[in-house]
């Protein structure tokens, strides 16, 4: 018996205010270059044991996720937005400038690690000194290409809102960020208006987004019998009425007549139609 968990997730109309609720501010946006300015809200400062014992600490900042690639190795947490661009590499920050630094001299807590317990897995903390000791400063900000959404392409902007100095054996919180990033290539000439007003509202530079537009990949409404994309496999096309996380599992695609082996799990592809990324 296997389960197939693939979850679409719709995010709210609202995520553009909310990031922007975040500290996060658009100072200048024209289609050839945008500025960000960003101010961590530390909200607490958590003290977390780890396993042997020892005392480690962990900001919390608002909507700023832990990440790291390694368990055991020193967190930082990251906020990331949306941003729409040119093309998949027409843009690039040219500047990033950290206008102050608090550091809180102690340990950052490290990423926790997964121990099974018979049917469960707990997570633990345990520090990696190796990690500790190597551990190299992340760069304030860096964006990179993430995809279509809505006919637009769209890039994402990390901005680290705390990192661990092992050097010094400090946490590192950034006052203020200023990014500017630039924008190259010629605008499409598709349509310049923004068809919908929910996907203008996930990316901070919504404005410029509709000098962007991009001509639609052929939809699968508009499959014709000269078409062979859907003449080989099994295809399903599963309707979504509401914004929410939904999940696909085995049962509800037996409930479409497919039943798949474990070794066929990874085939499995999901396809959007004019929707926003799926997760």
């Given at each position: 018996?296997?389960?197939?968990?693939?979850?679409?997730?719709?995010?709210?109309?609202?995520?553009?205010?909310?990031?922007?609720?975040?500290?996060?501010?658009?100072?200048?946006?024209?289609?050839?270059?945008?500025?960000?300015?960003?101010?961590p809200l530390l909200q607490?400062?958590?003290?977390?044991?780890?396993?042997?014992g020892g005392i480690t600490y962990l900001p919390r900042i608002q909507n700023a996720s832990v990440r790291s690639r390694r368990f055991g190795a020193p967190s930082f947490l990251e906020i990331i937005a949306p941003l729409a661009v040119p093309s998949p590499t027409g843009f690039s920050i040219t500047s990033i400038q950290a206008l102050g630094v608090k550091r809180i001299y102690q340990r950052i807590a490290p990423i926790a690690t997964p121990?099974?317990?018979?049917e469960f897995y707990e997570a633990k903390l345990v520090i990696n000194p190796a990690l500790y000791h190597i551990a190299a400063?992340?760069?304030?900000?860096?964006?990179?290409?993430?995809?279509?959404?809505?006919?637009?392409?769209?890039?994402?902007?990390s901005i680290v809102a705390t990192r661990y100095d092992?050097?010094?054996?400090a946490i590192e919180i950034p006052t203020k960020i200023i990014i500017t990033l630039r924008m190259t290539g010629a605008p499409s000439t598709g349509t310049t208006a923004v068809k919908n007003e929910y996907?203008?509202?996930q990316v901070l530079n919504a404005e410029q987004a509709k000098n962007w537009s991009i001509e639609p990949i052929k939809s699968l409404a508009k499959v014709t019998?000269?078409?062979?994309?859907?003449?080989?496999?099994?295809?399903?096309?599963?309707?979504?009425?509401?914004?929410?996380?939904?999940?696909?599992?085995?049962?509800?695609l037996a409930s479409y007549g497919i039943t798949l082996s474990p070794s066929e799990v990874s085939t499995i592809k999901i396809f959007g139609q004019g929707g926003m990324p799926l997760s």
């Amino acid at each position: 018996l296997f389960l197939i968990s693939l979850f679409v997730l719709i995010v709210s109309a609202d995520v553009y205010a909310q990031v922007r609720n975040n500290g996060m501010e658009v100072i200048k946006s024209t289609p050839t270059e945008i500025v960000i300015s960003y101010t961590p809200l530390l909200q607490a400062l958590d003290t977390l044991t780890t396993t042997d014992g020892g005392i480690t600490y962990l900001p919390r900042i608002q909507n700023a996720s832990v990440r790291s690639r390694r368990f055991g190795a020193p967190s930082f947490l990251e906020i990331i937005a949306p941003l729409a661009v040119p093309s998949p590499t027409g843009f690039s920050i040219t500047s990033i400038q950290a206008l102050g630094v608090k550091r809180i001299y102690q340990r950052i807590a490290p990423i926790a690690t997964p121990y099974r317990d018979g049917e469960f897995y707990e997570a633990k903390l345990v520090i990696n000194p190796a990690l500790y000791h190597i551990a190299a400063l992340q760069e304030w900000a860096s964006v990179q290409y993430s995809g279509i959404a809505r006919n637009r392409h769209i890039a994402d902007l990390s901005i680290v809102a705390t990192r661990y100095d092992a050097a010094a054996q400090a946490i590192e919180i950034p006052t203020k960020i200023i990014i500017t990033l630039r924008m190259t290539g010629a605008p499409s000439t598709g349509t310049t208006a923004v068809k919908n007003e929910y996907a203008a509202l996930q990316v901070l530079n919504a404005e410029q987004a509709k000098n962007w537009s991009i001509e639609p990949i052929k939809s699968l409404a508009k499959v014709t019998g000269e078409d062979k994309i859907l003449s080989t496999g099994k295809w399903v096309r599963i309707g979504i009425e509401s914004e929410g996380v939904y999940k696909i599992d085995a049962g509800m695609l037996a409930s479409y007549g497919i039943t798949l082996s474990p070794s066929e799990v990874s085939t499995i592809k999901i396809f959007g139609q004019g929707g926003m990324p799926l997760s």
